[in-house]
């Protein structure tokens, strides 16, 4: 089956300079991304435990600081013997052996063994110097003084050898991985307890606006419930970092100024919600703008007004992300520039998500629309349908509106549409990114 791209339509604009509905918009998706990434750093490492390593990205490489295994040792329950000894046993003429030993996991005996004789080993168990094979326990009578063997052994049979995993000084993770279960589990065996990571960056979420009321609050005309903190605090923690509540300030300079001025010295970056339009109490902007942060139009729809840039103090100041008000431009700033953003402060490399290519199906005939000049992010249900192709249709029939967050949480993924591109039709194929 073959389909359309999504198409543009005839007064389709782009480019550096492109405008959009609403006067000169002036920076893309990409660049501002770029620029945000540019500006950042990976936090410097410190050095952690194990057991608080999960998640984290490693600033060193790790080499074994030990064999793994660390010595010669059984794979099986069993007896260990020299092969020659039973090298003609069969279920019809089993081999005898005197049981000189018993050795469980653990213990540090290496008893002799001569000739017609057997030690009793456990998994793991060293395996004694006099010994070349294993006879698992299935092939004997289970003898503790003397054991019928009723199967002749391989060479080597069930033996695990000393550094066959790893040798001390061989790489084991590199520096850049973010470590999971099976890392953790690998610098352990290795002899390693404390890890050099980039910590997880500690980030302020701030709500800003006069109309905002705590969840569960009941609300008086204009008033509304504040969504935005909720989303973007449970959003950092899912992209590795730490959220640190700051609540929601009224449209007040003086008490948001005293907000940054309070944590600046304890997070790693501040996001901000509301306040950056062209409003008349739009207070991010008119706090952050005359200490240089960046305000502009972003060629996107929704989350077109964005603002970056720092908080003055120690260093180079504490990165702010003043995102717009509206929680489905939340959403999609928070996906396009904070979380890159986020990992890239953690040290990770690939700070994107991977895009499918998905059809649209089930909509309407003709299709949704997409503003000229913007790159359009529609909150979409992606499912895979038995044909094997991934359909895609808007979550809500509100499409892309800023303002819908209540239909925003039954979407899976954001469907893509360029900025050159109108309309999205039945049929036409679209980039799409699940999100959780
Ligand atoms: N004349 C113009 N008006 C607007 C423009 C424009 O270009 N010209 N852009 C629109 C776009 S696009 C967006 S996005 C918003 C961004 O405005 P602000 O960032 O200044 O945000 P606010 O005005 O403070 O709020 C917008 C909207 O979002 C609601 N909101 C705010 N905070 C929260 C929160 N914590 N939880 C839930 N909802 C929140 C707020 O009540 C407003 O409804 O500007 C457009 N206007
Ligand atoms: O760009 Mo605004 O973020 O559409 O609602």
């Known amino acids: 089956m073959t389909h359309r791209e ?28 770029t620029r945000i990434l540019d500006s950042l750093s990976p936090l410097p490492a410190v050095t952690v435990p194990l057991s608080l390593a999960r998640d984290r990205v490693l600033a060193a490489d790790i080499v074994a600081l030990v064999d793994v295994p660390g010595f010669e040792n059984s794979a099986m329950d069993g007896y260990a013997l020299r092969q020659v000894d039973a090298a003609t046993a069969t279920r019809e003429a089993p081999v005898a052996l005197r049981v000189v030993a018993d050795l469980p996991a653990g213990s540090a005996v290496d008893p002799p063994l001569g000739a017609g004789e057997a030690a009793r080993i456990m998994t793991g168990a060293p395996v004694p ?11 004997t009578d289970s003898g503790t003084g003397t054991v019928l063997i009723f199967r002749a052994p391989q060479p080597a049979a069930h033996i695990r050898h000393a550094g066959s995993d790893v040798r001390v000084g061989e790489a084991v993770l590199p520096a850049g991985r973010m470590l999971g279960a099976r890392d953790l589990a690998a610098a352990a065996a290795v002899g390693v307890r404390d890890l050099l990571v980039h910590p997880a960056p500690r980030v302020g979420v701030l709500s800003t606006g006069t109309e905002l009321r705590p969840a569960g609050e009941s609300l008086a005309r204009g008033q509304i419930h504040d969504s935005n903190s909720i989303l973007l605090a449970a959003a950092v923690a899912e992209s590795g970092g730490i959220p640190v509540q700051l609540g929601s ?22 996001i901000t919600s509301g ?31 964005q603002g970056f840039g720092r908080w003055p103090g120690t260093g180079v100041g504490t990165p702010i992300f003043a995102l717009p008000g509206n929680p489905v431009s939340v959403f999609v700033s928070f996906e396009e520039f904070v979380r890159p953003a986020l990992l890239a402060m953690q040290g990770r490399s690939d700070v994107q998500r991977d895009a499918v290519r998905g059809v649209a199906r089930g909509i309407a005939s003709e299709g949704w629309r997409s503003p000229a000049g913007r790159a359009q992010y529609m909150p979409v249900v992606a499912e895979w349908h038995p044909d094997g192709t991934l359909g895609v249709r808007p979550a809500s029939s509100g499409g892309s509106g800023s303002y819908l967050v209540a239909s925003l949480a039954g979407a899976n993924a954001l469907a893509l549409v360029p900025e050159a591109v109108t309309e999205v039709r039945e049929g036409d194929v679209v980039d799409v990114t699940l999100v959780p």
């Open 6 to 33: 999504a198409h543009g339509g005839p007064d389709h604009r782009g480019g550096e300079h492109g405008a959009g509905e609403h006067g000169p918009v002036t920076i893309g998706v990409a660049e501002h991304r």
């Open 249 to 270: 300030v009224p449209d007040d300079e003086d008490a948001l100024r005293a907000i940054f001025e309070q944590n600046a010295a304890t997070v790693d970056a501040f």
């Open 275 to 305: 306040g950056v339009s062209v409003g008349a109490y739009d207070v991010v902007k008119a706090v952050l703008a005359p200490l240089g942060v960046w305000f502009g139009p972003v060629r996107m729809q929704p989350g077109k007004p």
């Open 129 to 139: 110097h006099d010994a070349d094979c294993i006879v698992p326990v299935e092939d």
